[in-house]
């Protein structure tokens, strides 16, 4: 029996040596797979993000285009006003049945504001601008936004385009 629980020693000793780790070809191969998944996945992470900026416009042009219809609606079908000046009041501020608007509401400025503020253009040439033009015609000019007293529209030139080629300020 001495004998037999030496073998038993031996054969437990053996077993601690065995191999712990990995070789380097499976490192290697582990390596070259996460290689293979970010070269899949980067492109498809920027590409998402042009897609959100172009929804961005589109989600901000329906805003105020929500906003301009339900001001018309509250003022007799009279929309507000093309100078892009009294635009911007009208449309985060307070107004009157005529339309005429003040920042504080009142007795008689009873209607607004409809917008919180004039959204920051997202994309294009003039990506940043929330000003409001008037003149000249749409794509001209550094402000993000064109209203000429029935639609309004993004303001960035002919040459800005979304992933799928349409203009920006055709939305």
């Not at 892009?84 to 009208?90: R, Y």
């Not at 607004?112 to 001209?140: E, R, W």
Request: proline share 5%; hydrophobic share 40%.
């Amino acid at each position: 029996m001495p004998g037999s629980g030496s073998l038993t020693g031996l054969t437990m000793r053996k077993s601690n040596n065995t191999r712990r780790g990995f070789s380097l070809i499976e490192l290697v191969i582990v390596v070259v797979i996460i290689a293979i998944i970010a070269a899949i996945a980067i492109p498809k992470m920027s590409r998402g993000a042009a897609g959100a900026n172009d929804s961005a416009l589109m989600q901000d042009l329906a805003q105020m285009r929500s906003a301009i219809e339900l001001f018309t609606a509250e003022h007799g079908g009279a929309a507000p006003s093309a100078t892009a000046t009294t635009f911007v009041t009208q449309m985060t501020g307070y107004s009157d049945g005529t339309g005429a608007a003040v920042t504080a509401k009142d007795s008689t400025h009873i209607y607004g504001p409809y917008l919180k503020a004039i959204p920051p253009m997202p994309v294009g040439t003039n990506k940043g601008s929330n000003a409001v033009t008037n003149t000249g015609s749409v794509g001209t000019g550094t402000a993000g936004w064109f209203w000429d007293g029935t639609n309004i529209w993004c303001n960035n030139p002919a040459a800005d385009a979304d992933a799928k080629g349409t203009q920006y300020n055709q939305y």
